[in-house]
């Protein structure tokens, strides 16, 4: 789904293909995360210090796994308590304010369009397409929401939050556990 928004961007697609694949790469995570607020997906997790059988199986790890380092809890094959937490809290924090379908569409746009790429060929169009999704982010909450004065603060926090949530771990959470260690980069190119 994140994907299919993506190439459905008319300006995501007119630029080049090398450009396009770096964009994805920074941005597939966020974008995931944005995808799972806006459908209002919640998880669970249940820490364990060993896998379960399920996991095992799942995962290819074997019948017993060494332990992390003392007083380090791991949850959900590898991932850190604190990790899970702060992308509750993005979730939450999106649920909160009450995101509609534009402004996370806009949010989108401004997290896709990421001009602090190295090697980026068309940067000067992509500051442009993020600095865009901003001005028409702000023009929508102005129009829509005019007694909230702190809503486009409110969703810049967010923005924020979803910037702090690392890639790696997303993949550990939502795609080890169905498609074992796999790069998440050669499953987006396919």
């Known amino acids: 789904k994140t994907l299919r928004f993506v ?60 332990d992390g380092p003392a ?44 001009p602090d790429l190295e090697g980026l060929r068309c940067l000067h169009y992509i500051q442009s397409l993020r600095r865009e999704a901003h001005q028409a982010l702000n023009e929508h909450v102005r129009l829509i929401h005019r007694e909230d004065t702190t809503r486009f603060a409110k969703l810049l926090i967010a923005l924020s939050m979803l910037r702090a949530i690392s890639p790696p771990v997303v993949a550990q959470l939502f795609f080890r556990p169905v498609i074992g260690t796999v790069s998440i980069e050669e499953v987006l190119l396919e």
Do not use: H
């Open 7 to 66: 190439k459905n961007v008319p300006c995501f697609r007119e630029l080049p293909e090398d450009d396009q694949l770096m964009l994805i790469r920074s941005g597939w995570a966020p974008l995931l995360v944005l995808g799972l607020a806006q459908d209002r997906v919640d998880f669970e997790t249940t820490e364990t210090v060993e896998p379960s059988m399920l996991q095992r199986i799942l995962t290819g790890l074997p019948d017993r796994q060494s």
């Open 71 to 114: 007083g380090q809890s791991r949850v959900a094959a590898g991932v850190s308590v604190v990790e899970i937490e702060a992308i509750k809290a993005f979730l939450k924090k999106c649920w909160s304010i009450d995101i509609s379908t534009k402004e996370y569409a806009y949010l989108k746009g401004a997290v896709l369009f990421n």
